[in-house]
């Protein structure tokens, strides 16, 4: 099963947002799921100037792709990962959260 991660990441040190999203890549992979991360979905986004608006396209298409997402505890307070939990929603997906 593909699933992929969603959490708050603007606003918040990018190098903890990054920890946070590869320990749960890690989580979840040792339970047997083939993850999807944004962090590692983002390197070919232009590099002059990306705004949030082209993180967001570029993400969503593979969310797409996925059979599930996995919400991290601070999504809620998060835009873009209210706008992801909403299509996942909409296209029918587990959605896993959190403890």
Do not use: H
Not at 33 to 38: D, E, G, K, Y
Not at 63 to 91: H, P, T, V
């Amino acid at each position: 099963m593909k699933i992929y991660i969603s959490g708050k990441i603007t606003g918040l040190p990018i190098k903890a947002v990054t920890k946070k999203f590869k320990e749960t890549q890690n989580i979840l992979e040792s339970k047997g799921f083939q993850v999807v991360n944004p962090f590692e979905l983002n390197k070919n986004i232009k590099k002059s100037m990306p705004i949030w608006n082209d993180y967001m396209i570029n993400d969503i298409s593979y969310l797409f792709d996925c059979d599930a997402i996995y919400m991290i505890e601070n999504w809620g307070q998060s835009k873009g990962s209210r706008i992801e939990y909403a299509i996942a929603k909409e296209l029918n997906l587990k959605i896993y959260f959190a403890e």
